[in-house]
Structure formats: structure tokens, C-alpha cells
């Protein structure tokens, strides 16, 4: 399908919404989007759907029961076949926690999977640099501390794939190990952390830019007790900050169970819906039926409702990009072109590639999606070729 061109009843580029479009296509790349034009025979037609660029998910650990840590390709390959089937065409194929000698080994496996075109376009360390109290899923023998040594280790073993890493700003040593990920072009977030106002200014300052997951596995704002005043004192906590400090952008969980989707709406209509994007924190659970499973060495639960546990708490989500964006317009009564923008042309400019992804535009890549009204997927494309979609 080299050359070809698609009409659609409508498209989403995000910036605006268009009418009766037709989407060429040479190659890997968009030619052109035209709107307000009638079919042609030649034309793969789409008369009941809407055009959007292909989803791009930060935080995406595996899914089918696969986890990006695995040892096979193929495996992690099945993970990442799962989130194309459900729109996801460039994913930030995201290591949890793990002892440091296996940390290291899993980043030099993934290494081979990562290329801008796609899907999997980076590597997203989630830890081992996490706050015990704030640890979440994460297994407590696998943290560790970003000291000179360790950070060294994932960047050497990442050989330049890694494009985000989330710690906990307060650890010893935070500082100088989100200077070094920053020179190695990596997003750093603020992440399983209790970190004060202070705290984060002060790591801002060292590049820190993002908040990974915003009011989960983060404090909200509260009274904390100030020695230095003998008093409890405000203090706006992890979520306060990304609310008050413009410098920072951030990421919601919107799968129904992680964040009360009203929240996410105040979020959202508070910090807009270009410093915000949606993302899946899917793990390997993901496209599982409900039931009991063992991954990562973790006893793990799926319900029925479609959410997962680790004992008493929430072990990740279990959904796709796409029912993020449901959620969204769903129950937090978020316009669909916002909702698309925080899952396509918001992600990409927050890893800077704002000039090839997220976007219906010429020369840009031909990442897109067919949805229908009720944002049921026909037709995905990543790369200008079309994935096959699970039957029905």
C-alpha cells in the first residue's frame, strides 16, 4: 500500500474538525488532507468514521500478558501488537522497578525494539528511583537510589533510547541524576513521590519538567508539620504544584478506577489540554480476561469491573489508549478533539516530535486511526500500512 489515498466522513487533525476528507498517503508519510471533497472510486472509504492521528501512550508496561521486560522479542512483540490493534501506533514501552542487574539487562533487550518510526519510539524508566512510602505495584527489594553509579548504568545500557524517566524528586542525589538524563535528551518526571512545593522547584530548576500519573501514587495538597515554624503549615504537595507551577506538564490515568474522571475534568480545564496527556499505564493484565495471574513476580487480580490489584491496591491499568479517550469524553465531559489532542499531538510535542507525529498534516507520519461514533476502532494505520485487527 504504498501510494494510496482514504475518504472519511471526518477527521480530527487535532487542531480543528473537518468535514468529508480524503487523507493521501506516499510511503510512511501523509501527502495531504483535504476536507470538504466528495469520494473517488480509488478511495479506501471510511463514510461512517472520523480520522485521527495514531494514539501515542508515555506509559505503556505490556499487555496480553506480556511485559516489556521480557527476555523473547516475540514476546514483547505480542505486547506491542496488542496496543496496535487498539490504535496505540508510537508507545513509550515503560520498565517498572526491578533489582538493578536485571534493570539494566531488560533496557539493553528493549534498546533493539526502539526506532522513531515506530511503535515502540523510546523507552520509559519508571523507577527503580521510587519513594518506598509512594512505591505503589512496585516490589519493595527493587528500589534503589539514583546514585552517580546506578543512573550511569541505565543510560549506558539504554545506548540513547531513553526518552522519559519517572523518580521521586526527594531521593539523595535526585538532582544531579535528572541533569545527567536530561543531557541524554530524556523527559524527566516527578513520579511515586512525596515531594514538597520546594522539593520540586528546586528540582524543576535541574530539568525536571514532567508528573507522571497526576493524584495517583502523589500527595494532594494538606497541612504537613514545619519544624522550623512549630506549626502544620499548607503545603500543596505533588498535585498543588502541577496545578500552581506552570513549568510543568503531566500525565492522568483515565481508565474509571485510577482518578474520579471529575477530577481529571478540573485537571484538565485547569491546566489545559496541551500540558496534559492521557495515558494507559497498562500493564502486562491488559486484554486479559478477569481472573488470577502472577506477572513480574506479583500476585495479581483482574476484576470484572476491568481494573487490576496487587493485594489491596490498584497494580495499573488494563486498558488501551483509546478507552482513556472514552473515559474522557465519557465521564469527564471532555470535548473528543481535546481528548485526542492529550493522546496525539500533546505527547508528541512533550517528546519532541511535534514535527513528525500527532498530527494530520503533510509530511508527517501516516499514523492514523478510523473511529466511529461510539469511538469503536475501524481501522488502524501505523506507517502508512494497515494493522490487522482482532476479529469481532
Known amino acids: 500500500m504504498?501510494?494510496?489515498?482514504?475518504?472519511?466522513?471526518?477527521?480530527?487533525?487535532?487542531?480543528?474538525?473537518?468535514?468529508?476528507?480524503?487523507?493521501?498517503?506516499?510511503?510512511?508519510?501523509?501527502?495531504?488532507?483535504?476536507?470538504?471533497?466528495?469520494p473517488d472510486?480509488?478511495?479506501?472509504?471510511?463514510?461512517?468514521?472520523?480520522?485521527?492521528?495514531?494514539?501515542?501512550?508515555?506509559?505503556?508496561?505490556?499487555?496480553?500478558g506480556f511485559a516489556f521486560d521480557a527476555e523473547a522479542?516475540?514476546?514483547?512483540?505480542?505486547?506491542?501488537?496488542?496496543?496496535?490493534?487498539?490504535?496505540?501506533?508510537?508507545?513509550?514501552?515503560?520498565?517498572?522497578?526491578?533489582?538493578?542487574?536485571?534493570?539494566?539487562?531488560?533496557?539493553?533487550?528493549?534498546?533493539?525494539?526502539?526506532?522513531?518510526?515506530?511503535p515502540i519510539i523510546g523507552i520509559h524508566l519508571e523507577g527503580p528511583f521510587l519513594a518506598a512510602r509512594k512505591k505503589g505495584a512496585h516490589s519493595d527489594h527493587a528500589l534503589a537510589s539514583?546514585?552517580?553509579?546506578?543512573?550511569?548504568?541505565?543510560?549506558?545500557a539504554a545506548d540513547g533510547g531513553l526518552r522519559m524517566v519517572t523518580l521521586a524528586p526527594e531521593l539523595p542525589g535526585a538532582d544531579a541524576a535528572i541533569r545527567r538524563f536530561v543531557e541524554q535528551g530524556a523527559v524527566v518526571a516527578a513520579g511515586h513521590s512525596q515531594a514538597t512545593s520546594d522539593v520540586l522547584d528546586r528540582a524543576i530548576t535541574a530539568g525536571l519538567s514532567f508528573m507522571t500519573h497526576v493524584g495517583n501514587a502523589s500527595d494532594w495538597p494538606s497541612r504537613v508539620f514545619d519544624p522550623a515554624m512549630g506549626y502544620r503549615r499548607s503545603e500543596p504537595g505533588m498535585v498543588g504544584t502541577f496545578l500552581l507551577d506552570r513549568r510543568l506538564r503531566g500525565s492522568l490515568i483515565l481508565d474509571g478506577h485510577h482518578l474520579d474522571p471529575r477530577l481529571a475534568r478540573v485537571l484538565i480545564d485547569t491546566r489545559g489540554a496541551d500540558n496534559i496527556v492521557l495515558v494507559s499505564d497498562a500493564?502486562?493484565?491488559?486484554?486479559?480476561?478477569?481472573?488470577?495471574?502472577?506477572?513480574?513476580?506479583?500476585?495479581?487480580?483482574?476484576?470484572?469491573?476491568?481494573?487490576?490489584?496487587?493485594?489491596?491496591?490498584?497494580?495499573?491499568?488494563?486498558?488501551?489508549?483509546?478507552?482513556?479517550?472514552?473515559?474522557?469524553?465519557?465521564?469527564?465531559?471532555?470535548?473528543l478533539v481535546r481528548a485526542v489532542r492529550m493522546a496525539?499531538?500533546?505527547?508528541?510535542?512533550?517528546?519532541?516530535?511535534?514535527?513528525?507525529?500527532?498530527?494530520?498534516?503533510?509530511?508527517?507520519?501516516?499514523?492514523?486511526?478510523?473511529?466511529?461514533?461510539?469511538?469503536?476502532?475501524?481501522?488502524?494505520?501505523?506507517?502508512?500500512?494497515?494493522?490487522?485487527?482482532p476479529t469481532r
Open 2 to 38: 504504498s501510494v494510496y489515498s482514504v475518504w472519511a466522513a471526518g477527521a480530527i487533525t487535532p487542531e480543528q474538525r473537518l468535514k468529508r476528507v480524503r487523507l493521501r498517503v506516499d510511503g510512511g508519510s501523509i501527502v495531504s488532507l483535504d476536507a470538504n471533497v466528495e
Open 41 to 64: 472510486d480509488g478511495d479506501l472509504r471510511y463514510d461512517d468514521a472520523t480520522l485521527i492521528p495514531g494514539l501515542i501512550d508515555l506509559q505503556v508496561n505490556g499487555g496480553l
Open 73 to 118: 522479542a516475540k514476546d514483547r512483540r505480542r505486547a506491542v501488537e496488542f496496543h496496535l490493534q487498539h490504535g496505540t501506533t508510537a508507545m513509550l514501552a515503560t520498565l517498572i522497578s526491578a533489582p538493578m542487574n536485571e534493570m539494566v539487562a531488560a533496557t539493553e533487550r528493549l534498546r533493539t525494539d526502539v526506532s522513531l518510526e515506530g
Open 146 to 156: 539514583p546514585t552517580e553509579e546506578n543512573v550511569a548504568a541505565v543510560i549506558r
Open 283 to 335: 500493564t502486562p493484565a491488559a486484554g486479559l480476561k478477569p481472573g488470577h495471574y502472577t506477572m513480574g513476580g506479583l500476585d495479581v487480580e483482574i476484576h470484572e469491573a476491568g481494573f487490576a490489584t496487587v493485594g489491596e491496591g490498584l497494580g495499573g491499568s488494563t486498558i488501551p489508549l483509546i478507552e482513556a479517550i472514552r473515559v474522557a469524553v465519557r465521564d469527564a465531559e471532555i470535548s
Open 344 to 389: 496525539t499531538s500533546t505527547p508528541a510535542r512533550i517528546l519532541g516530535l511535534e514535527y513528525r507525529k500527532g498530527k494530520l498534516l503533510s509530511g508527517w507520519d501516516a499514523d492514523f486511526l478510523a473511529i466511529d461514533a461510539d469511538l469503536e476502532i475501524k481501522a488502524v494505520f501505523q506507517g502508512g500500512e494497515p494493522v490487522d485487527l
